[in-house]
């Protein structure tokens, strides 16, 4: 596992100051008035410092953990859970300007409640209300972004 640590925290330490880079290229403008990097470079920075803590504990860590942890590529890895994941998430960047935000995240979020890790009906409806609804009133109210409405809603 310390292997695959290792790996992977490399890989995505290249590619967070690969982003850094570009994202510092496009402008980050100040904070009050971000420009077209701001948030990419935001991401990137989390993301390299994750990869530098998977790094620091693969090198530094207790390696001698007595869990046993499966890593991605192996045989017991749900493919099928991570195919529909990904399947689920192409479906949703199709639909989002068709049928809106609200509707299309409420559907995505109720499907991966009850197929990826299987919940109660009662448990997953409520679970995709909050998430659709917290996920609104930050980035809609409080942020001021704006979501896709759908052309679906037109006809109402």
């Known amino acids: 596992m310390r292997k695959y640590n290792l790996i992977s925290g490399v890989i995505w330490l290249i590619l967070a100051i690969f982003l850094c880079l570009e994202s510092l290229r496009l402008g980050i403008g100040k904070f009050q008035f971000p420009d077209a990097g701001f948030f990419p470079l935001l991401t990137a920075i989390f993301m390299g410092l994750f990869s530098v803590f998977l790094l620091l504990e693969a090198t ?3 390696n001698q953990k007595k869990e046993a942890k499966i890593a991605v590529w192996s045989a017991e890895t749900r493919w099928k859970k991570i195919i529909l994941t990904l399947l689920a998430l192409v479906i949703y960047s199709i639909v989002l300007e068709k049928i809106g935000y609200l509707l299309s995240t409420f559907v995505l979020m ?35 972004t704006q979501f896709p409405v759908g052309e679906l809603w037109e006809y109402f």
């Open 110 to 144: 109720l499907f991966l409640f009850k197929t990826i890790e299987p919940q109660k009906w009662s448990v997953a409806v409520l679970g995709a209300i909050i998430t659709v609804l917290l996920s609104y009133l930050v980035f809609n109210v409080w942020l001021k």
């Open 60 to 62: 530094i860590g207790n």
